[in-house]
Structure formats: C-alpha cells, structure tokens
C-alpha cells in the first residue's frame, strides 16, 4: 500500500496536539519550514545589521537598495514577471544577493 504525505494534512494534526506536534516535526521538518518569498518591498538585514530593500524599476527589473544611504546595493536585474508583487524565482534572488547572506526583516 502507498501514502500519499501532504502538507496540510501534516500541519492540520500538528495543530490538534502538542505531542503530536512534536513527533511530527521530527518526522517531516520539511513541512514546518516556512517559505520565504522574495519580492518588491521586502525588507532585509545584512550581517553587519545594514537594512535594504527589493526594489522595482519598471516591470522588468529589481535591485537590493540601501535605507540607511538609498543607493543601490546591487546592479539592476532582469525579472521575468510582469507584476509590481510577483515573487523572484531562486535563480533572480541569488543573481541579486550574488552569494551574501540576507535575513527577512519584515
């Protein structure tokens, strides 16, 4: 016999009781970890605790901007979608953070 595992299932009897939840998180940690999605107007701390931001310019392109000076931290980048709030794919947010480490600040 084959089970199919789906997420929500997961999440709904973790939230029933805590000992479950417990074993559950053991069991499938890849159901608790909460996705994070890149887009414009996300704000981000560096780890020297410098705040910057995704910005738009136009639909076809980001860049990280910096708060504390408003100059751009990093070179425009080409996006594919053409929504002012569509998510980055994983390969537009690594072009943009080109290997240094961003935490999600808001």
């Excluded at 070179?75 to 794919?89: E, N």
Aim: net charge neutral; with cysteine.
């Amino acid at each position: 016999m084959e089970f199919k595992i789906i997420k929500e299932k997961i999440l709904e009897a973790s939230s029933k009781c805590p000992q479950a939840k417990q074993t559950l998180e053991i069991m499938f940690p890849e159901a608790f970890k909460e996705e994070v999605v890149h887009q414009a107007g996300n704000r981000y701390k560096d780890r020297s605790g410098g705040e910057f931001m995704i910005a738009r310019y136009g639909f076809d392109r980001v860049a990280m901007i910096n708060l504390k000076t408003g100059n751009r931290w990093s070179d425009d980048v080409a996006v594919s979608s053409g929504s002012w709030f569509d998510p980055l794919t994983e390969k537009e947010w690594a072009t943009i953070v080109g290997g240094n480490i961003f935490t999600k600040i808001n």
